[in-house]
């Protein structure tokens, strides 16, 4: 008896001493997928590579950890996660509130957002605003422009496809704004090119290829692309429940290639334009 | 086409090593299926009341549930098996089991059961005359098991363990969600990652049937050899 529970207290604190040293995170691997470019592909050589690829070595660098990458399969890349095959996962996962409970995600550092488009000339297009904001962490000057947008949309019609977060975005901030909702996004864009409405919102992705044709020429991206609350928190790093303080190293590390502009470079550098949040 | 070529650029060697990963998943798991098969056959036919339940147990399981669930299960609860094992011995920590070890002893858990009953379908359909004959002029036990019975077991059994073949080289496609760069894996990248699904989708599928005609062939060879001495009618 006396044995056995000496036995199970060395174990104990054999088990103790190893996860004390586990905690000082010297090396972070990383799940990605590899398959889902920009974001997270692989080369003909059987290299990964892409946005997030760069961010992850990036981030490592900043956090002082020694990274690897380990290529998982889509359907168990949160199993896989929580069994420990590697601590954080990098691949293109949007933070949704199923996933949150289940694993922690770090802020998100990149979404498309969503953009407003107006007749050029227009109010909302003669006025200047932040090229991006981030509705979760704004500065005084980003809430001054967000307010600045509620004034020169008072009054005006704005439409939206219904039941969309965009919808829910004019209910919620523009209420002196007239809202009109659409059953579907080529309504909305028709609408807007025969100037029925004074404005248009919806996913940046989703107008990109309206403006470029004919009946979009009139048209343009106006007022700042939008992220945070209503729209969502992004792409975000998937984290352990457990692993709270690398879950701090990652969102301090984030702060630090947004602040430097190190995220736009990538985001530009992979997508052709500015996807950073 | 330049998309598939060989080198760095083209994905036409990263193709072939997965196909011969395939094979190798394959091969060992039907090497294991076989193992698993034989010693269940002789089981079920001859072995204590107990054991036979278990073994009944095992192929009614493993043929009634889906092959990717098995798989999920020794993947993701295997991993967690061999993890809470070694924490009662005090480690603590991710213990990595190689995917191709949990692939081919997946894929081999199920081509055992097939096999399973393919082999105690072709000992009961050795001829109990000859059995018994060599019981009559007092032959020993093992010399009767190695000339009569083994070899003859074998030439019956081939055609069902072709087909068993067959279905464990399918089988491997599932193990791609473990990682594990074989085929299906390695054609979902390259499409993903080059956009073109149709490209890799069909090359793999070339590839596939490239193994499964090959090697069909491979039994039906066997299969003449293995029925030289048999009567032909």
Known sequence: ?277 | MEKLAFGPNGWGDEMLLAMLMTLAVSVCSLLLGTVIGTLLAWVKLSGPRVLRWLANGYTTLIRGVPELLIIYLLFFGGNGAVMFVASIFGHEGYIEVPAFAIGVVAVGLISGAYSTEVIRGAVQAVSKGQLEAAHAIGMPRMTLFSRVLVPQTARLALPGMGNVWQLTLKDTALISVTGLVELMRQAYVASGSERSPFLFYSTAAVLFLVLTSLSERGFVRAERWANRGASRT
């Open chain 1, 1 to 277: 008896m006396f044995k056995k529970t000496l036995w199970l207290s060395l174990a104990l604190a054999l088990g103790m001493v190893l996860t004390a040293q586990a905690k000082e995170w010297k090396t972070v691997r990383i799940g990605t997928e590899g398959a889902y470019p920009p974001w997270n592909a692989t080369d003909a050589n059987g290299n990964l590579v892409g946005a997030e690829i760069d961010l992850g070595r990036e981030l490592c660098k900043r956090m002082q950890v020694e990274c690897t990458f380990v290529a998982q399969d889509w359907d168990g890349i949160i199993p896989a996660l929580q069994q420990g095959k590697y601590d954080a996962i990098i691949a293109g996962m949007s933070i949704t509130p199923e996933r949150q409970e289940v694993i922690n995600f770090s802020q998100g550092y990149m979404t498309d957002g969503a953009s407003f488009i107006t007749a050029k000339g227009s109010d909302l297009d003669s006025s200047s605003f932040p090229e991006k904001i981030n509705l979760d962490r704004m500065s005084a000057n980003e809430k001054a422009a967000i307010d600045r947008l509620v004034e020169v949309l008072d009054g005006k019609t704005i439409g939206v496809q219904s039941a969309t977060i965009h919808a829910n975005f004019v209910e919620k901030y523009l209420t002196g704004s007239t809202m009109r909702t659409y059953q579907t996004q080529d309504d909305l864009n028709l609408d807007m090119a025969s100037g029925r409405i004074d404005a248009a919102l919806a996913d940046t992705g989703a107008f990109e290829e309206f403006l470029e044709s004919d009946s979009g020429q009139s048209l343009t991206f106006a007022g700042p692309r939008m992220s945070g609350d209503v729209f969502g928190a992004g792409v975000g790093i998937g984290l352990r429940k457990s692993d709270t303080d690398l879950l701090g190293l990652f969102n301090k590390a984030i702060d630090s290639v947004r602040a430097d502009g190190t995220l736009s470079r990538i985001s530009n550098q992979w997508f052709g334009k500015d996807i950073s949040m």
